[in-house]
């Protein structure tokens, strides 16, 4: 969990003796009094987590079910946040706040936060969990927590600046597990209204003070799974500018449902959109996603498919990228050896031993792994099989559904023409129809996934050219041509085409594909 936070006077914290204890009754006011004393001008964002109330299998298993983490991911961060949390609060640690500003810009902002102590504190058993990754120092009832030691110096010179706003956005936000405020502080409303003046067309334009008025703060309060809900509280200027934020809410939102691509992504936008559009209170603007709406499935369950194309396209970039390193490390083989490495390298009697992904772990900065293998032995030889599960990142095909350890799918044509053969050497002067016209890796179908030592790879079938390829995008799938390159060859070329590329001297013609 990352905390955000801000800098701010270390001459004014010794004022949060006293009111800086854990409470066990929600009071706006007694926290508005701990969070005061480390708000500076700069500061944008306060927020504040219990930990007693947020259980970390429940938030973890809801990123699961949205692919945002895989299940070896998932057990392991249960593991790691759910046992932090647990000896945090062995050591009598209940709340934390935490604080975001723009001192010294965006860039060099540096988060920071801060836990109450008080008589059921082990702060010495607190600095030593956190104190691994973060500098710690004592200021008042309050243990400071910040990425640095620089951060924690830099506090004693920053200006405190009154929010009046602070226990009221508190108090919106409510009696909740979490709470997040947005504070803009009074100057960057007149900076964005001198500096940008008008809205981006792209979200219908207009003056920018529709937000810079309506947005005085906003305040969250958020309760995590089984039960989970959000409140969000917005306070306007008054009760014109929160009309006009809302109204103009509304038209970004129908702007957006006339794009056809988000309609097509999220199919039930219009019941998305009803759920993010606020109603408005007066002077603010409210929006509540709870059991009884049933806001926060609805919201979860529209970012499926998004969140599904976004880890397409970023699978697809990391095979391309696995491609590209594989393709060069054969250049590389090719440079110190004057060919490419056989399919398989074999033994005095021309059995075959161990595939060509061993042979270039050179090329990968893999040489203490290629040093383990017994060269003289087959894949399957006792030592050699316990180095199955050592595969490394590079030959794992980010889309692929086979989880059994050291199967990849990057596999070379082999025979019938194709550019490698089982018992002769290729080289480049072998590639007659040309290297950028002929494929040298391919990402194959999970059926055809390979014991990444074995000697088995992709048998070129001109019958069946396109048995065992992948399909994992639109029915195409990434290959590392024998230039070095790597393309996308989509699914709906033609038999002939695809031939064509995967021999190295058929003589054929290829203009585009």
């Not at 809801?62 to 392991?76: G, K």
């Not at 951060?151 to 009221?168: N, S």
């Not at 009074?186 to 810079?212: Q, S």
């Not at 976004?310 to 110190?336: G, T």
Request: proline fraction near 7%.
């Amino acid at each position: 969990m990352r905390v955000l936070f801000s800098t701010a006077a270390m001459a004014m914290l010794a004022l949060t003796a006293g009111a800086a204890v854990g409470q066990d009754k929600f009071d706006a006011t007694v926290r508005a009094k701990i969070v005061a004393p480390l708000i500076d001008e700069q500061t944008v964002a306060v927020a504040h987590l219990d930990l007693t109330r947020v259980a970390v299998d429940p938030l973890v298993d809801q990123a699961a079910s949205l692919r945002l983490v895989s299940t070896e991911e998932a057990a392991a961060i249960k593991v790691a946040v759910g046992g932090l949390r647990q000896r945090l609060i062995d050591a009598g640690v209940k709340d934390v706040y935490a604080f975001f500003t723009l001192s010294g810009g965006l860039r060099q902002a540096r988060p920071f936060a801060a836990i109450p102590l008080d008589t059921s504190s082990d702060e010495k058993a607190i600095r030593g969990i956190v104190g691994i990754v973060a500098a710690t120092e004592r200021r008042g009832d309050l243990l400071l927590i910040a990425p640095d030691r620089e951060t924690l110096t830099r506090l004693a010179g920053i200006v405190l600046d009154p929010r009046p706003e602070l226990a009221p956005a508190l108090e919106a936000a409510g009696d909740t597990a979490a709470q997040v405020l947005l504070l803009p502080p009074k100057h960057y409303r007149r900076v964005l209204e001198e500096a940008i003046g008008e809205l981006p067309k792209e979200i219908g334009g207009g003056p920018i003070n529709v937000f810079t008025r309506g947005v005085l703060w906003a305040a969250a309060g958020i309760d995590p799974p089984p039960h989970a809900a959000v409140r969000l509280t917005i306070q306007s200027e008054d009760s014109q500018a929160a009309e006009a934020l809302r109204s103009k809410l509304g038209d970004m939102l129908h702007l957006a449902g006339e794009n056809g691509g988000t309609r097509k992504v999220v199919p039930n936008y219009d019941e998305v959109a009803a759920l993010m559009l606020p109603r408005l209170d007066g002077k603010r603007l409210l929006l509540v996603w709870d059991e009884k709406n049933r806001g926060i499935d609805t919201v979860l369950a529209s970012l499926a498919r998004p969140i599904e194309s976004l880890e397409r396209k970023s699978a697809m970039v990391r095979s391309s990228n696995n491609l590209k390193q594989i393709a060069l490390a054969m250049h590389n083989y090719h440079s110190a050896h004057k060919h490419f490495p056989l399919p398989a390298s074999l033994s005095p009697q021309a059995t075959p031993l161990l595939s060509w992904r061993v042979a270039i772990l050179p090329y990968l900065d893999e040489n203490p792994l290629y040093q383990q293998f017994h060269l003289d032995e087959a894949w399957d030889s006792p030592h050699n099989r316990a180095l199955i599960d050592k595969m490394p990142e590079i030959y794992r095909l980010p889309v692929s559904k086979n989880k059994e350890p050291g199967r990849t799918n990057y596999l070379l044509p082999v025979g019938n023409g194709a550019v490698f053969t089982a018992d002769k050497p290729t080289e480049f002067k072998d590639i007659t129809d040309g290297t950028s016209n002929t494929l040298m890796v391919i990402e194959s179908d999970d059926d055809h996934a390979a014991i990444w030592t074995k000697p088995d790879d992709w048998q070129f079938d001109p019958q069946q050219p396109t048995q065992g390829l992948g399909r994992f995008y639109s029915g195409g799938f990434y290959a590392a041509l024998c230039d070095g390159s790597v393309r996308l060859v989509p699914g709906t070329l033609d038999s002939k085409t695809l031939k064509a590329l995967v021999t190295r001297a058929g003589g054929e013609v290829i203009e585009s594909f």
